[in-house]
């Protein structure tokens, strides 16, 4: 349980450090449809159970911070609440800049399954590498 709780906490600040400075336009460095399409590999992966899948589409620092048994702990946990996937219901792709002011995609996704809905939040460097990734 303080292993989730602490890759939660290294999530969030994440989000945080993203969120510092935004804008809404994609960069001229992502192609929308390929971000759209990277972001949904990644979860269909996370919800197949193929953590080492989107752990190995993660940057460094995110490897180190969500190694694949850690998102497979906070899946297992999810999963016992959300029951199983039926459908994605939306996908949104905005453009933000990181905290150093490099260029970001943010896909927000959700999902429908058995019980409830996920909200699915992934974010991508210009090498599209996921530098954040969130959950609710």
């Given at each position: 349980?303080?292993?989730?709780?602490r890759?939660?906490?290294a999530?969030?600040?994440m989000?945080?450090?993203l969120?510092?400075?935004?804008?809404t336009k994609?960069?001229?460095?992502?192609?929308?449809?390929t971000v759209?399409?990277?972001a949904q590999?990644a979860?269909?992966?996370?919800i197949a159970?193929?953590?080492?899948k989107t752990?190995a589409?993660?940057?460094?620092?995110?490897?180190?911070?969500?190694?694949a048994?850690?998102?497979g702990?906070?899946m297992?946990?999810?999963n016992?609440?959300t029951?199983?996937?039926?459908?994605y219901?939306?996908i949104?792709?905005?453009?933000?800049?990181g905290?150093?002011?490099?260029?970001?995609?943010?896909v927000?996704l959700?999902?429908a399954?058995?019980?409830?809905?996920?909200?699915y939040?992934?974010?991508?460097?210009?090498?599209?590498k996921?530098?954040g990734?969130w959950?609710?």
């Open positions: 349980m303080k292993k989730i709780k890759t939660v906490f999530l969030m600040m989000i945080f450090m969120s510092g400075c935004s804008s994609l960069a001229d460095a992502f192609d929308e449809e759209k399409k990277t590999e979860i269909d992966y996370m159970g193929e953590y080492e752990a589409m993660m940057d460094s620092v995110m490897q180190e911070a969500l190694p048994e850690s998102l702990e906070v297992g946990t999810m016992g609440k029951g199983a996937f039926r459908e219901k939306s949104a792709v905005v453009g933000q800049q905290a150093q002011g490099e260029d970001m995609a943010v927000v959700v999902a399954f058995e019980k409830c809905n996920v909200t939040t992934v974010s991508f460097d210009a090498d599209m996921i530098a990734l959950m609710k």
